[in-house]
């Protein structure tokens, strides 16, 4: 008696095409509930900065610390015609500015972090202490004359960009006096607002001075480039600094523990004149401020918000290999999976995003990542060993869904190494499923 030959699986060899195309559909579908995901941690986020200028507004804003200018009225005879073709003279009163020859700052800053409600914010702390020295005025070189100098009404000005984080009468020290700064408020002041001290200059001299402020800020602190020589040295325990403007440090250092940063600035780059006259948007011109503004900002450098939309980015990563795997083993195994059981995968692959989102936003990024890679993953090996009937399927899929999202955790938390990693780890995984698919045999039982 003749053996009965065996059959080829139809659905094997007649819809294995057709298969694929329908999980190459799926997968693009899936880009739109990402998409949807993506847009809503922006607007998470959007709140998040929402609140952040809402602490802001009530603690200090980020603070640039100016000055100090001096300024040094004088009388000018001006001679003009009236209507009648007289001649009348009249006198006017006239302003000379002059910048420090050197200016030294030393800051110390302490962060500490303000949570509202959900929100996180970073506050500080600073003690800065502001030396410095003025030349005489060159009076011929402006063109004024020294009797015409008024002496007695010298004022020293600087300024501060939030003046509700300043939390000290900052006494003046100059020419041996102690001098207590009022508010400047007349229109002559080359800041939008600031801080004055009256004194008597004495005549065709310079003089020192010093003062310090204790002030309080949220995520930058700057300072102004007025000085022939600026010198300033920043010490923070904040582990993660950036240094934006038009200056990084000469030199710096950093731990986990804080960092110190130190500038030397010469006026060659200084987009300021030593000294002017009647001009008071010297300093306030925003091109030229620009380029003379230098600092830190202490700002997380990844918060919880841009890691998870980081992390939504590999979702069509993650959802192609878990298809893939899946896919390899339903032809291995020669049991087939029904696409709607991959639709359901899909979403639960989808919703993964969402509980990250709000679980990061009550117990941090870290946890909530835990949380829900364990839930999803779980959810899906053990659905998946119920479609296949097989244990040792659901520690494969257990297996090779704690790497993928092992992998995706581990770019996160890098920054400058996180597209080497993650094309190493990319490869790896291609590499392995390219070893284990050519054991398959795609044509015959």
């Not at 923070?236 to 986990?256: I, N, T, V």
């Amino acid at each position: 008696m003749t053996e009965p030959t065996k059959t080829k699986p139809n659905w094997l060899i007649d819809s294995i095409l057709i298969k694929v195309a329908l999980i190459a559909a799926l997968i693009i579908l899936f880009l739109i509930p990402s998409a949807w995901i993506q847009g809503l941690i922006i607007d998470r986020e959007g709140y998040q900065q929402d609140q952040r200028a809402s602490v802001a507004a009530k603690w200090a804003d980020s603070q640039l610390v100016q000055g100090p200018v001096l300024m040094l009225p004088y009388k000018k005879q001006v001679t003009a015609t009236d209507g009648n073709g007289k001649q009348i003279t009249r006198e006017e009163m006239n302003m000379l500015y002059v910048l420090p020859q050197t200016l030294q700052v030393k800051a110390a800053v302490k962060t500490e972090p303000f949570q509202k409600g959900i929100y996180d914010a970073t506050v500080y702390n600073s003690d800065i202490a502001i030396t410095g020295s003025f030349s005489k005025p060159d009076l011929t070189a402006a063109g004024i004359d020294p009797s015409a100098v008024l002496y007695d009404k010298a004022r020293l000005v600087f300024s501060i960009t939030d003046m509700k984080g300043l939390k000290n009468s900052a006494v003046v020290t100059m020419q041996g006096q102690d001098y207590t700064p009022e508010p400047a408020l007349d229109d002559k002041i080359p800041f939008d607002k600031g801080l004055q001290v009256n004194f008597p200059l004495q005549k065709d001299q310079g003089f020192n001075f010093s003062y310090h402020l204790d002030l309080k800020g949220s995520n930058e602190l700057f300072f102004l480039h007025t000085a022939k020589t600026t010198d300033v040295e920043i010490s923070s325990d904040w582990a993660s600094p950036e240094f934006p403007g038009r200056f990084l440090p000469d030199g710096k250092s950093q731990s986990a523990s804080g960092f110190d940063a130190k500038w030397h600035m010469m006026y060659y780059n200084r987009p300021f004149p030593q000294q002017w006259v009647n001009n008071d948007t010297v300093l306030t011109a925003k091109k030229e401020r620009a380029n003379a503004v230098f600092g830190v900002r202490m700002q997380l450098p990844i918060d919880q918000y841009r890691k998870i939309l980081r992390t939504t980015k590999y979702s069509t990563l993650i959802i192609l290999l878990t298809f893939i795997s899946l896919f390899l083993a339903e032809i291995i195994k020669k049991q087939r999976v029904h696409v709607f059981n991959y639709i359901l995968i899909g979403a639960a692959m989808v919703v993964y995003y969402t509980l990250l989102l709000s679980f990061a936003e009550q117990v941090g990024y870290n946890w909530a990542y835990l949380i829900s890679s364990v839930s999803t993953i779980v959810l899906i090996a053990v659905f998946t060993a119920s479609l296949l009937k097989q244990q040792t399927v659901a520690i494969l899929f257990t297996f090779i869904l704690s790497v993928f999202y092992g992998f995706i955790f581990i770019i996160i938390q890098l920054e400058t190494l996180s597209l080497l990693f993650g094309s190493v780890a990319l490869f790896i995984i291609v590499a392995t499923l390219m070893y284990f698919s050519r054991r398959i045999s795609w044509d015959r039982e």
